[in-house]
């Protein structure tokens, strides 16, 4: 995937450093579970352009296309052991979107929260911000390494200790609507929207403390559908491309 007709010199980036967030399920494509590595090619082609026009990039991965702690083992498993598994399905997603990258000669660095060090690096801000400044993607595996607290929270953690400019969150639906455009048809799409008006309304954006981390770090949140993988580099170049939370 290439932004075709534009070139990349005639781009002025909004941003110098973000926090893309992806879904899991996203990196699924159409098979839902498991790994669309057609999808993944086109996902690092995108974060390359990004890192062509000077934007340092780091990128928090969901693990819903393995495993979603509390939703799949609820009511089966102990509750931090399930979410345990979800973080090792972020450190697979991860280990795989580096992979790619570096089939790509991407440079990439998987981070993760927990000590893993036959598989990767074990999570410094230091070090991640180093890799960041040399131009190395870096990937932060494992969530928090806490239980109770989501990937959407730890994108919004690692953001913050990184100084990124803003979060990108790509996911399978194009905004943020007043209702699940799924369910109601007449679910109204907002172009952009407060912080205030999310929790208050209980749109389903991000979960509640990554929300609220986000608000009080003063933090601009792109949503946007990773079904055009190109929108991330829009994202990143200012156009509207799905929902400015802000």
């Known amino acids: 995937m290439r932004n075709e007709g534009i070139p990349l010199e005639t781009i002025t980036p909004k941003y110098h450093r973000i926090l893309l967030k992806i879904s899991g399920e996203a990196l699924a494509g159409e098979k839902k579970t498991g790994l669309d590595?057609?999808?993944i090619a086109q996902v690092c082609d995108a974060i390359q352009q990004c890192r062509e026009l000077g934007v340092q990039v780091g990128v928090v991965i969901g693990g819903g296309n393995f495993w979603r702690g509390a939703k799949d083992g609820g009511g089966y498993m102990e509750r931090s052991r399930a979410d345990h598994m979800g973080m090792l399905a972020t450190v697979m997603n991860c280990l795989a979107v580096s992979d790619v990258m570096e089939q790509k000669d991407i440079p990439a660095r998987v981070q993760t929260a927990t000590e893993m060090r036959a598989f990767a690096e074990t999570y410094t801000r230091q070090r991640a911000v180093k890799h960041l400044e040399e131009g190395k993607v870096v990937l932060f595996a494992g969530g928090t390494g806490c239980p109770y607290f989501s990937t959407d929270t730890a994108a919004v953690l690692r953001a913050c200790e990184i100084d990124a400019d803003a979060i990108l969150l790509?996911?399978?639906?194009?905004?943020?609507y007043s209702a699940d455009p799924r369910v109601d048809k007449n679910a109204v799409k907002y172009d952009n929207i407060t912080y205030d008006e999310v929790l208050a309304q209980?749109?389903?954006?991000?979960?509640?403390?990554?929300?609220s981390l986000a608000m009080d770090n003063h933090l601009p949140v792109f949503v946007f559908?990773?079904?055009?993988?190109?929108?991330?580099l829009r994202a990143v170049t200012g156009q509207a491309v799905g929902t400015l939370v802000k």
Do not use: Q, R, W, Y
């Open 37 to 39: 590595f057609n999808m």
């Open 170 to 176: 790509a996911k399978n639906i194009d905004g943020v």
């Open 202 to 211: 209980h749109l389903a954006v991000m979960d509640s403390t990554a929300t």
């Open 225 to 232: 559908a990773l079904s055009e993988p190109e929108n991330i």
